[in-house]
C-alpha cells in the first residue's frame, strides 16, 4: 500500500523540498488550501483532502480536516486487527506522516491593532486536533510540527524506510508542547480580555532563547527561556553586541539593573552587584551620570553591571572602559564608542531600548511547588500620598535627595536604606534582618557624605533607632512609608535633631 504525508502549514518555510523527497520516496501528499496551492504550483503531486473526505472545505475554512476519513486514517492502530477491519470496512486509507503548523496567533496578537475578531479567527482547530491526534499515536505514525526536523525525518526515511520509535516519540513530545504553548497563549489572551486578575488556573509558556553554561553555581545546570509577548524593556528583549556569553548571575543582575534605570527620565547610570544597586547616579550628562554613580561606590562596581538610559558616547565610554566591568546594557552605542569598549574582549555589551515600552502585567516568582504572581511594584511619589510629619520641611535639594532615594530603595532587597544625594547614591544598606542594621550598613557606606544627605527607608521604622543612627551620621532629611504604631516616636526623635520627615503611605518591600 501507497504510503501517504499529509501537509499544511502555516509556516511555509522548507516545506516544498520537504514535500518533493516525500515524493521521490513514493508517498501520496495530502494537502489544504493554501499549502496544497504552493505545492502544485511548483510541481508536486497534491491530493486535496477534500478529495478524500468526498467534502469540500466550509465555513471560509474552519472545518476542512475534521473528517473521519482523515482522523480514522491517523489515529487507526497499525497492528490491531479490530482496527484495520474498521478501515476497510469504512474505505479508510492510514496516513503515515503529518506536517501542519498553525494559525500564526501569537504573531496576530502581537500587532498593536489587532482586533478580537481578527485574534478568533486566527485561534486554530482543525491543526490542532490533528497534531494530537498524530501525536496520541506516534507508535505508528511521524508527527512534525518544525521545519528543522524535515533533514533528521528525511535521512531515517531514505536510510531505513521508515523513523524509529525513538525519533517518533520525540517528536510527539515536541508536538504536545507546541500545543500546549499554543493553547496557553490564547488562554491567556482571552482572560486578559474576560478581566479575570486570578483564575483558576494559570497556564504560561516560554521559549527557549539560550542553554547557560551553568546556574547560579557551577554544580547547577540552567537555561534561559523568554516569554512571549513579554515586556519590551527586559532582559530577554535585550541585543547582544559583543562579549562573551550571558551567565545565569548575569541575567539576574541585568534584570535588576534595568528594573532602576527605567525609573529616571533624566541621564542616569545604574551599577548592579549581586541584584541589589551599589552606585546609582543621574546629571545632566551621560558621562557625568556615569561618573556620579561611580563614585557612589567605587569599590563594589568592580565587576558590576552597568545600566545606562541614553546612547553611550566616547566620553562615558572612556570611563566605563577604565574599570572592569561584567556587562553594558545601553539604548544604543556611537560607533567611536563601540570601538572604544569592543578592545575589551570578554565585555558583554547590550543593547535595549523602548524604558517606555509595553511591561509585564503580572510578576511570578517559583517556590518549591507553586507559584507567586503579583502585579509589578510600579507605584511612585505620583502616587503616593506624601505627608511631612515634621516640623520641619525638606529643602528644595532635599526634596531632590528624597526623590532619588525613594526611586532607589523599592529595588533593593529589604530591609533596605539607601541614603543619596541630589544626584547620586552614597550609601546602600540591603537585605538585613532589622532595619537599624541595614541603616548602619548604608551609613557606613555613605561616612562622612551622610552629613546634609537624605535617607530612604523601603518601610516604616517599628522604633526610633533608625531615626538616632541616621542623626548622628549627619542626616538631615528621611522619607519612609510611614504606618508604625510608634511613628510619633520616630517624629519626636527627627523634630529633636532638626530633620524633615516625609511618610508616602507606599511601602516598597523587595523580598
Not at 25 to 36: A, V
Not at 180 to 205: C, K, N, Q
Not at 341 to 365: H, M, P, Q, S
Not at 366 to 390: F, H, I
Amino acid at each position: 500500500m501507497k504510503k501517504r504525508a499529509l501537509l499544511s502549514v502555516s509556516d511555509k518555510s522548507g516545506v516544498l523540498e520537504f514535500a518533493k523527497e516525500l515524493e521521490g520516496l513514493g508517498y501520496e501528499i495530502l494537502s489544504t488550501g493554501g499549502t496544497m496551492n504552493h505545492l502544485k504550483e511548483n510541481g508536486v503531486a497534491v491530493t486535496a483532502v477534500g478529495d478524500v473526505t468526498g467534502f469540500p472545505e466550509i465555513l471560509g475554512g474552519r472545518v476542512k480536516t475534521l473528517h473521519p476519513y482523515i482522523h480514522g486514517g491517523l489515529l487507526a492502530k497499525h497492528d490491531d486487527p479490530d482496527h484495520q477491519a474498521e478501515l476497510e470496512e469504512h474505505g479508510i486509507l492510514p496516513i503515515d506522516i503529518v506536517c501542519v503548523n498553525l494559525y500564526p496567533f501569537k504573531s496576530t496578537i502581537s500587532k498593536p491593532d489587532v482586533t478580537v475578531e481578527d485574534a478568533i479567527e486566527n485561534i486554530d482547530i482543525g491543526g490542532p486536533t490533528m497534531l494530537r491526534a498524530s501525536a496520541k499515536n506516534h507508535a505508528y505514525l511521524t508527527v512534525l510540527v518544525d521545519s528543522a526536523d524535515y533533514p533528521a525525518v528525511l535521512e531515517e526515511l531514505k536510510n531505513d524506510g521508515a523513523t524509529t520509535p525513538e525519533t517518533r516519540r520525540r517528536l510527539a513530545a515536541k508536538v504536545f508542547r507546541h500545543t500546549a504553548a499554543y493553547d496557553a497563549l490564547i488562554s491567556g489572551y482571552l482572560t486578559d480580555l474576560a478581566g479575570e486578575e486570578f483564575p483558576e488556573s494559570v497556564t504560561t509558556t516560554y521559549e527557549l532563547k539560550q542553554p547557560l553554561r551553568y546556574g547560579e553555581n557551577p554544580h547547577q545546570k540552567a537555561a534561559f527561556y523568554s516569554r512571549p509577548l513579554g515586556g519590551e524593556y527586559s532582559i530577554a528583549r535585550a541585543e547582544q553586541l559583543h562579549g562573551k556569553e550571558l551567565s545565569y548571575n548575569n541575567i539576574q543582575d541585568a534584570n535588576a539593573a534595568i528594573g532602576i534605570v527605567r525609573e529616571f527620565s533624566e541621564p542616569a547610570a545604574v551599577a548592579v552587584k549581586h541584584m541589589n544597586p551599589c552606585g546609582v547616579g543621574t546629571a545632566g550628562t551621560l558621562s557625568d551620570a556615569f561618573k556620579a554613580a561611580y563614585e557612589a561606590d567605587p569599590v563594589s562596581i568592580f565587576g558590576g553591571i552597568i545600566a545606562l538610559n541614553r546612547e553611550v558616547d566616547a566620553a562615558t565610554a572612556e570611563q566605563l572602559a577604565g574599570i572592569f566591568l561584567e556587562i553594558i546594557i545601553a539604548p544604543g552605542y556611537t560607533d567611536e564608542a563601540f570601538e572604544i569598549l569592543t578592545k575589551k574582549k570578554n565585555i558583554r555589551l547590550l543593547k535595549l531600548d523602548g524604558a517606555e515600552g509595553k511591561r509585564d502585567e503580572w510578576a511570578t516568582v517559583s517556590v518549591e511547588g507553586g507559584l507567586l504572581r503579583q502585579n509589578p511594584d510600579t507605584a511612585s511619589l505620583d502616587d503616593a500620598e506624601v505627608k511631612v510629619a515634621t516640623k520641619r520641611e525638606p529643602t528644595e535639594e532635599e526634596w531632590e535627595a528624597l526623590r532619588l532615594g525613594w526611586k532607589v530603595v523599592k529595588h533593593v532587597k529589604s530591609n533596605a536604606i539607601v541614603i543619596s544625594d541630589a544626584n547620586r547614591t552614597l550609601g546602600v544598606g540591603a537585605g538585613q534582618m532589622n532595619r537599624v542594621g541595614a541603616a548602619k550598613i548604608a551609613l557606613e557606606q555613605a561616612g562622612d557624605r551622610a552629613k546634609g544627605a537624605g535617607l530612604a527607608s523601603d518601610a516604616f521604622f517599628p522604633m526610633d533607632d533608625t531615626v538616632e543612627a541616621a542623626a548622628k551620621a549627619g542626616i538631615t532629611a528621611i522619607i519612609q512609608p510611614g504606618g508604625s504604631k510608634k511613628d510619633e516616636d520616630s517624629i519626636k526623635k527627627a523634630d529633636e535633631y532638626g530633620i524633615a520627615m516625609v511618610f508616602t503611605g507606599i511601602r516598597h518591600f523587595k523580598h
